[in-house]
């Protein structure tokens, strides 16, 4: 069974304080690591896919990277606007290559303060 | 565009109703998906469609009914749901591949009284 941990469940920062959240999994064969961020009564938002151990990608004040054990999202000079939960997840073992349902973390909620 | 629509927002209703969510998507997407999340919780799977056939029932209660009419549009029939059903339910999409990037909708928000 596919496992999702993360780390810290809740981070406050100040407004420009770099940090960064980590995703540990454990899966039968990666397929897949996600990244989404979800404000509060809304649907998740997607951030990044990665595939394989050692890729990165960025997207403004966002940078994720994965390992074979786990993943982290790096914020670099966070904003106010940045708050929310970010959900990481993956997909994996082989379900003969067709569709399958992801399997999420809790959740990182962090707060950045002006 | 990766907008998934949901329809509706909000939806209340007593536990002898029927009612119905819509999800749409007009991405050329082969797979949908519904989940549930409750508050505080990471979303649940319930369903996956693949290429318009049901594909995954996670042992979800039959007051649950699925249907997907075509390869765009995505139903979740409710009937006699119990009050612990309130949650917010999420439809996604994607291309129709394991490892596909799923999409969601903003989600409906479901209260049963």
């Known amino acids: 069974e596919d496992q999702v941990t993360q780390s810290p469940e809740a981070l406050r920062l100040q407004e420009g304080e770099s940090s960064s959240l980590n995703c540990s999994y454990t899966v039968s064969g990666l397929r897949g690591l996600f990244w989404y961020r979800q404000d509060p009564g809304k649907g998740p938002e997607f951030l990044f896919t990665l595939y394989s151990a050692g890729e990165e990608k960025e997207k403004e004040r966002l940078k994720a990277t994965l390992t074979k054990k786990e993943s982290f999202l790096h914020i670099t000079a966070p904003k106010p606007e940045d708050s929310a939960t970010y959900l990481c997840a993956v997909q994996g073992g082989y379900s003969g290559g067709g569709a399958d349902g992801l399997t999420f973390g809790k959740g990182t909620h962090l707060i950045i303060q002006p | 565009d990766t907008e998934v629509t949901q329809t509706p927002k909000h939806l209340v209703m007593g536990m002898t109703n029927k009612k119905s969510l819509k999800c749409e998507q007009h991405?050329?997407?082969?797979?949908m998906y519904w989940y549930k999340q409750k508050a505080k919780k990471p979303p649940e799977l319930m369903f996956v469609y693949s290429y318009e056939k049901l594909s995954i029932n996670e042992s979800v209660p039959s007051r649950f009914s699925p249907e997907c009419p075509n390869s765009s549009l995505l139903n979740l029939h409710l009937h006699a749901l119990q009050p612990e059903d309130s949650a917010l339910y999420l439809c996604?999409?994607?291309?129709?591949?394991?490892?596909?990037?799923?999409?969601f909708g903003p989600g409906t928000r479901l209260t049963v009284l």
């Open positions: 996604a999409s994607s291309q129709g591949l394991t490892w596909d990037t799923q999409y």
């Open positions: 991405m050329g997407h082969r797979a």
